[in-house]
């Protein structure tokens, strides 16, 4: 049985209404269920996304870890709330991802990554990326004093991938994909302006080519790529709000890997779609809201049955 786990973001929602959420979507039962609907006055209501709704996720035993804004949240897989975890240098938090006994966050406010102890219970590491015409730098600090990088969403540093070779960060204006092998940073692979999710994957890359409203598999030997869905305009509710206010159609974000050959992605109106890359099919989408506001942001394989 598969089952995903989304979260999202309502753009342009004001207060007192919903502003994201995290669903479960069990593809074989074809349900979907909502156990968490987001809704606080403590956010930022200035701008498009920023501090509304939920981000990246992930696992670590009986426990699922959810990223807002500038809170790290613990659930129970009943999603019992557990704990929550704030730093002063995580800010517009967008992907997260666990290697070994860390839990790595990009905090994109900060084009920083940074690093919370599993078993301590505490962030314990950070680096700051920074690109100028010398190339990309790395410079580690402490986020538990007050020692670290200048607010600057330079980069708007959005992910981080973790395997043994290293550390994978990327971001909408890092220009690709960086890497990090404990030491020194440099540039892994070239991509287009605007990615979401960039990762290794299988003898290539899989990324968000957002700014194309498409996803994409690079390899030496092949490009296979998807479109993003897009629904008839008459279709798409709360669409009288100005545009700088709500998420465009077709905003491909959110992606996690099925098996070797299906991939999962995410896009708005809140929308996840399976393909098929050696098939060169889209072979499953399932919508969960025509809400144009609300777009999908994180999006993995629930590991509990």
Partial sequence: MTTLIATSVVRGSQQGESHGGVYLIDLDRERVSRPVDWNTVDIDWHGRGWDRGLRGIEFDGDKVYIAASDELFVYAPDFRPLASYRNSYLKHCHEICRYRRRLFLASTGYD?????????GRFSWGLSIIHDEDGPRAQPFNPATDQGPLYSNKLHVNNVFCNASGMYISGLRTGGILFFDGRRISRWIGLPHGIHNARPFRDGVLFNDSQADAVRFLSRDSHRGFHVPRYSPDQLT??????TRTARQAFARGLCVIDENIVATGSSPSTVTLHDLDRLKSVRMVTLSMDIRNAIHGLEVWPYT
Wanted: net charge negative; proline share 0%.
């Fill in 238 to 243: 709360h669409t009288d709000l100005d545009d």
């Fill in 112 to 120: 920083s990554i940074l690093g919370f102890d599993l078993d301590r």
